[in-house]
């Protein structure tokens, strides 16, 4: 009985196809395989035997981005804002007058478009028409934690995006700590105040707040 014709090229096709993909898987493991060290492997090539080579002098070693903590503060705090499964409560270092004026620095910087100088959420680009964020005097925010601050900064909320790419967490939390200023400009008790700042106060009353809400 004749057979179809067909057959036999197509069946030559079919092995033709399977050698080229053995040909092929052999470059590949020849790719996989290349000649090169592990991390730390002895060598035979350089004089001290090592295969890893010590840095030049006046290489730069690659450090955290984030920047260190300082000594003695609690890592996790210092870099998440939470304590405990709870927003921290206060900076988790000390806070000196140099944390301060890096803090306004900062938030001059990165904060002022949105929330004003003096916290009020009246920044430029908000006076243009993006959304405005409540003052940092406002009730809801004197109470929050300071952690709540840092964790904004570090993760955004609202149309507010994260900051963590931008701001350090050292100065993240500077920026907490100069918040708490502003906070505290805008309704500080007119008895804790020294009584030279108090003599400068217009029309002092006996409400025991200072008068008026005016850029520090």
Request: proline share 11%; hydrophobic share 35%.
């Given at each position: 009985?004749?057979?179809?014709?067909?057959?036999?090229?197509?069946?030559a096709?079919?092995?033709?196809?399977a050698?080229?993909l053995?040909?092929l898987?052999?470059?590949?493991?020849?790719?996989?395989?290349?000649?090169r060290?592990?991390?730390?492997?002895?060598?035979?090539?350089?004089?001290?035997?090592?295969s890893?080579?010590?840095?030049?002098?006046?290489?730069?070693?690659?450090?955290?981005p984030?920047?260190?903590?300082?000594?003695?503060?609690?890592?996790?705090v210092?870099?998440?804002?939470?304590?405990?499964?709870?927003?921290a409560?206060?900076?988790?270092?000390p806070?000196?007058?140099?944390?301060?004026?890096?803090?306004?620095?900062?938030?001059?910087?990165?904060?002022t478009?949105?929330?004003?100088l003096s916290?009020?959420?009246?920044?430029?680009?908000?006076?243009?028409?993006?959304?405005?964020?409540?003052p940092?005097?406002?009730?809801?925010?004197?109470?929050?934690?300071?952690?709540?601050?840092?964790?904004?900064?570090?993760?955004?909320?609202?149309?507010?995006?994260?900051?963590?790419s931008r701001?350090k967490?050292?100065?993240?939390?500077?920026?907490?700590?100069?918040?708490?200023?502003?906070?505290?400009?805008?309704?500080?008790?007119?008895?804790?105040?020294?009584?030279?700042?108090?003599?400068?106060?217009?029309?002092?009353?006996?409400?025991g707040?200072?008068a008026?809400?005016?850029?520090?």
């Amino acid at each position: 009985m004749n057979r179809p014709m067909g057959r036999r090229p197509a069946r030559a096709g079919c092995w033709a196809a399977a050698l080229a993909l053995v040909g092929l898987s052999g470059c590949r493991e020849a790719m996989y395989q290349q000649p090169r060290y592990d991390p730390l492997e002895a060598s035979t090539f350089f004089d001290d035997g090592l295969s890893s080579r010590p840095m030049l002098p006046g290489v730069v070693p690659h450090e955290d981005p984030r920047g260190a903590p300082p000594s003695g503060a609690d890592e996790d705090v210092f870099y998440t804002g939470w304590k405990s499964g709870r927003l921290a409560e206060e900076v988790p270092f000390p806070v000196d007058r140099d944390l301060l004026v890096r803090g306004k620095e900062r938030f001059g910087i990165y904060c002022t478009p949105c929330h004003g100088l003096s916290g009020d959420g009246r920044g430029v680009i908000v006076r243009r028409g993006f959304p405005q964020p409540p003052p940092y005097y406002s009730p809801e925010l004197r109470k929050q934690p300071i952690g709540h601050f840092f964790d904004v900064m570090t993760r955004g909320y609202g149309v507010m995006y994260s900051y963590a790419s931008r701001i350090k967490p050292r100065d993240r939390w500077a920026i907490a700590a100069y918040i708490r200023v502003l906070q505290l400009s805008q309704h500080a008790e007119v008895t804790t105040l020294p009584e030279a700042d108090r003599a400068k106060l217009p029309g002092e009353g006996s409400t025991g707040e200072a008068a008026g809400r005016k850029q520090p």
